[in-house]
């Protein structure tokens, strides 16, 4: 499962963006979707998650209520729409995947992309 985010930039605090992640390769074999982000000298954490089949969806407190995770089945793509953003929301955005083959499973990461916030 190869994974590619677009969709950051540059907004002023109070602002919206949407973050897009496109999945190719084995999409059949996806049962959950993430988003996750990073600043510099933190560890990553989880800002959302989406699943297969049953749709669950799960956010980190910091993002309740102002983001909101979803996916395209049809054109294989998932989305995070963020508003009401906060200086506290800078970081490199992933994209994460995870898929079983074979009752083996692993995860794939996109290569990130840049949401800054001014305040």
């Known amino acids: 499962v190869q994974l590619v985010e677009s969709g950051g930039g540059l907004v002023q605090a109070g602002g919206s963006l949407r973050l897009s992640c496109a999945a190719s390769g084995s999409i059949s074999s996806i049962n959950g979707m993430g988003w996750y982000r990073q600043t510099p000298g933190k560890q990553r954490e989880l800002v959302a998650v989406?699943?297969?089949?049953?749709?669950?969806?799960t956010y980190a407190d910091s993002v309740k209520g102002r983001f909101t995770i979803s996916r395209d089945n049809a054109n294989n793509t998932m989305y995070l729409q963020m508003t009401s953003l906060k200086s506290e929301d800078t970081a490199l955005y992933y994209c994460?995947?995870?898929?079983?083959?074979?009752?083996?499973?692993?995860?794939?990461w996109g290569q990130g992309t840049q949401v800054t916030v001014s305040s």
């Open positions: 994460h995947a995870r898929y079983c083959v074979d009752n083996v499973c692993q995860g794939s």
């Open positions: 989406i699943t297969s089949g049953r749709v669950t969806t």
